[in-house]
């Protein structure tokens, strides 16, 4: 006697997946995949300048207030040292900053724009017009965006998370 071990395998049934497990009603993806597209939009006008888009973020903050800390600087990028600390010795291998530790407290990091890195700054004041009209966003949809995001940061940084 012969066995057709093909039929023998019954298809099983599945029970189908809930909605709110489908990754198209995920909130956490559709918040994911557009950082990634926008990111994507940036990194064609960041290559002229020799710049990586978080290197990019850094320097805009350099731009706005010279001489912070690394400390500082984490806080405005929300990132730690340790996540830091590489970007900021690569910006300073381009000539864009120099890090010293300060005279008062040798425990503290400052980061300082050279002449290149406030030069670069003319360069990328075309960046963000330009952005703006590939995101397909009038200025009034670009702030409320933007603003809604800060928020709902700031909501996330307040609250206590659950584990």
Not at 21 to 32: I, M
Not at 71 to 88: A, F, K
Not at 91 to 96: D, E, I, K, S, Y
Request: with cysteine; net charge neutral.
């Amino acid at each position: 006697m012969q066995f057709n071990f093909e039929l023998m395998i019954l298809p099983m049934k599945r029970k189908p997946t809930p909605d709110h497990l489908l990754l198209d009603q995920q909130f956490c993806f559709a918040l994911y995949a557009a950082s990634r597209s926008v990111t994507g939009l940036y990194r064609p006008l960041l290559e002229p300048l020799g710049l990586t888009y978080p290197q990019y973020l850094a320097m805009l903050v350099l731009w706005e207030q010279d001489g912070l800390t690394v400390r500082e600087l984490g806080q405005r990028l929300l990132l730690d040292s340790g996540t830091l600390t590489p970007l900021l010795k690569r910006l300073q291998a381009a000539g864009l900053v120099d890090r010293r530790r300060r005279t008062e407290d040798e425990r503290e990091v400052e980061i300082r724009l050279t002449d290149a890195g406030l030069a670069l700054r003319e360069q990328a004041e075309g960046i963000p017009p330009c952005m703006a009209q590939r995101l397909r966003l009038s200025p009034g949809q670009m702030q409320a965006l933007r603003d809604e995001l800060k928020q709902l940061t700031r909501q996330l940084q307040l609250s206590p998370t659950e584990d």
